[in-house]
């Protein structure tokens, strides 16, 4: 199994910048996506933006532009820029990363515990 664990949320004023980051780590994976997802309050949970091993980023319509996704997978990190925060984009921010086991191909998906962004002056 992989353990997932973010971190970096916090409070910030609107028009301003964070940077969420999420470490994972135990089984080795292939073909894994790597992905955030948030859920506001009374909302379902949403994806924010995903990348795979070899680079390629999508986004959600609502954040393209503004935020920012990115991997290291030599250390099995992942990061989330957010620039021009919203107060709609207060949220609980959750890591998950989806693969193949490397030796036995079972499939995996691991979530994180989520860390809490909140938008406000």
């Known amino acids: 199994q992989v353990h997932v664990v973010e971190s970096g949320g916090g409070l910030v004023q609107p028009g301003g910048s964070l940077r969420l980051s999420c470490a994972a780590s135990g089984s080795v994976l292939r073909f894994n996506v790597m992905g955030w997802y948030r859920q506001g309050p009374g909302k379902q949970r949403e994806l924010v933006a995903e990348i795979t091993s070899g680079g390629t980023a999508t986004y959600s319509d609502s954040v393209q532009g503004r935020f920012i996704i990115s991997r290291d997978n030599a250390n099995n990190t992942m990061y989330l820029q957010m620039n021009s925060l919203q107060p709609e984009d207060a949220a609980v921010y959750y890591c998950?990363?989806?693969?193949?086991?490397?030796?036995?191909?079972?499939?995996?998906?691991?979530w994180g515990q989520g860390t809490q962004v909140t938008v406000s002056s």
């Open positions: 998950n990363v989806r693969g193949r086991a490397l030796f036995t191909n079972a499939p995996v998906d691991s």
